[in-house]
């Protein structure tokens, strides 16, 4: 049986995440690369909290190098999913 849309998107959260810690040149913890890597559902992990703490903490250059790099269709997918993010925040934080 295929993954579930919550699965799915669990593995492109990992793979975005590991795309931004790989960009920095900083290390890929191996149960982000797991997850990321496969889509065995046993390796899935939500690293949304992770993913967003590490956007938030690049500083304005960091930001554009990765996030706004228009030869990069991860770069774009990262950023898009960065507005998305913000967008829920509010509601989230209303409720």
Do not use: H
Not at 1 to 7: F, T, V
Not at 44 to 69: G, H, M, P
């Amino acid at each position: 049986m295929g993954l579930s849309n919550k699965e799915i998107q669990l593995n492109r959260n990992c793979q975005l995440y590991k795309y931004l810690l790989e960009a920095q040149l900083k290390e890929v913890p191996e149960y982000i690369e797991e997850c990321a890597e496969g889509y065995d559902a046993d390796f899935l992990v939500d690293c949304v909290q992770k993913l967003a703490q590490e956007i938030e903490s690049l500083d304005d250059q960091t930001f554009s190098r990765i996030l706004e790099n228009e030869n990069s269709l991860e770069s774009k997918n990262l950023l898009e999913w960065w507005n998305m993010y913000k967008l829920y925040i509010p509601i989230k934080d209303s409720l």
